[in-house]
């Protein structure tokens, strides 16, 4: 698992530095979390990828059309190289690494807050602009609501879990 971690992180930086100098940052992120996010609902394609019988030549003539389709050429061209050298398993990993890269250069951080009861939009945004005030990045409210939480917010932001 130590390895996979490491291996997806290279990935990840990897792919940083192809795009960063173009500004597609955000655009990848979304791209790539969207990939991930289909591959994870599909358990039919991710038990394919995964499976050790499919030969290379058979997961590209099933992928590379899927990637072609993407808007970033660099992204679809990533992923068939991820694809080929064997590692589109660690794609959960690589997409969470570059998720968290991507938002560090975009001085962004993404917030998950949970209350009793459903936050106004006026409340949502006084929330928002004392958060990006203490952490001095942008922040990506996540709200829900969970009856459990006897009053007041539950906020993490950035591995920081704030309780108030």
């Given at each position: 698992?130590?390895h ?45 990828i ?20 993407l808007?970033?050429p ?23 690494e ?8 975009l ?16 409340q ?16 990506r ?24």
């Amino acid at each position: 698992m130590k390895h996979s971690v490491r291996a997806a992180r290279r990935y990840a930086r990897a792919l940083m530095q192809l795009v960063e100098h173009d500004h597609d940052v955000a655009p990848t992120d979304a791209a790539l979390t969207a990939v991930e996010q289909f591959l994870d609902e599909n358990e039919e394609v991710h038990a394919f990828i995964v499976n050790p019988a499919v030969d290379r030549h058979t997961r590209h003539a099933a992928l590379d059309p899927v990637f072609d389709k993407l808007d970033s050429p660099v992204l679809a061209k990533f992923l068939k190289v991820v694809l080929e050298a064997g590692r589109l398993a660690l794609l959960p990993w690589i997409a969470s690494e570059f998720h968290t890269m991507a938002l560090e250069r975009l001085n962004q951080a993404d917030a998950e807050v949970v209350s009793a009861v459903p936050l106004s939009s006026a409340q949502q945004e006084r929330l928002v602009k004392a958060l990006a005030a203490q952490f001095g990045k942008q922040i990506r409210l996540r709200a829900s609501v969970d009856p459990a939480v006897i009053g007041g917010l539950r906020v993490a932001v950035a591995g920081t879990l704030l309780d108030g």
